[in-house]
């Protein structure tokens, strides 16, 4: 079985173990709607994996979990739609959830709005690699958790911020799937786009041969990344002697 088909399998796989988890329980306080764009998306992060998954990597770029106009859009990580649609040319139907929210409605590929995040990081690659499959070449880029958690005013909450009962379900499983991708591509490397998804696996990974390590997170939330963020972020690549 090729990697792209095994990551495929393994997606699916974390789709099902994820359904294992009552609705009820998702949507704790504040929580009101949950997305999993695995599901609607799964069209787009498909031809994700078959483009850019087909091969042994060197380096794993892990994310945290989608943005609202990112990923919960286009199934992509750091998905922002511009970057899915001109630079790595990706092109398929998104569907609805099941239940949406009324301010993070999903539109997929025709969403007008723009991810902050997947804009600076996918800017980088672009400016740095020109072509995609010369940054897939050694790369890829995946979430560690697939969901969106939405409170009533359509805020982001983020996996950190859930119960400890239910991070404690939710992290396992994505744990798992982590180690799924991990043995697939074999990478020498894992860099946590921002600390979260360092700690998470260095916890998910332990007596894994891989080193782990962090860039900053390009997010706009952060201050340290609006000033400069693909200037630290290429002087951070650096120490691992990666060119950007």
């Not at 359904?19 to 994700?48: F, G, M, R």
């Not at 909450?157 to 009962?165: E, Y």
């Not at 080193?211 to 120490?239: M, R, V, Y």
Request: hydrophobic share 35%; proline share 7%; aromatic share 10%.
């Amino acid at each position: 079985m090729t990697p792209a088909n095994q990551l495929k399998e393994a997606t699916k796989k974390l789709i099902k173990e994820l359904k294992k988890i009552p609705l009820s329980e998702l949507t704790e306080d504040p929580v009101t709607v949950v997305y999993n764009p695995l599901e609607y998306a799964w069209d787009c992060h498909a031809q994700y994996i078959e483009k850019y998954g087909n091969s042994k990597k060197k380096i794993l770029l892990l994310g945290m979990n989608p943005g609202p106009w990112g990923m919960a859009q286009t199934g992509i990580p750091f998905g922002e739609i511009e970057a899915v649609k001109g630079w790595l040319n990706i092109d398929a139907a998104v569907t609805k959830p099941k239940t949406e929210h009324p301010k993070r409605p999903i539109e997929g590929l025709d969403c007008k709005r723009s991810e902050v995040s997947g804009r600076r990081l996918w800017g980088l690659f672009k400016e740095g690699f020109n072509q995609p499959g010369h940054f897939f070449k050694d790369f890829f880029v995946a979430n560690y958790c697939p969901l969106v958690f939405m409170e009533e005013s359509g805020r982001n909450r983020t996996p950190d911020k859930l119960s400890a009962q239910l991070r404690k379900q939710l992290f396992d499983i994505c744990d798992g799937h982590l180690k799924d991708i991990v043995t697939i591509l074999e990478p020498q490397l894992l860099l946590g786009v921002g600390r979260f998804a360092e700690k998470q696996a260095q916890k998910a990974l332990i007596g894994m041969d891989i080193t782990i390590g962090t860039i900053l997170h390009p997010s706009p939330a952060s201050p340290a990344a609006n000033k400069d963020w693909a200037g630290k972020a290429t002087e951070q690549f650096k120490n691992y002697n990666i060119k950007i």
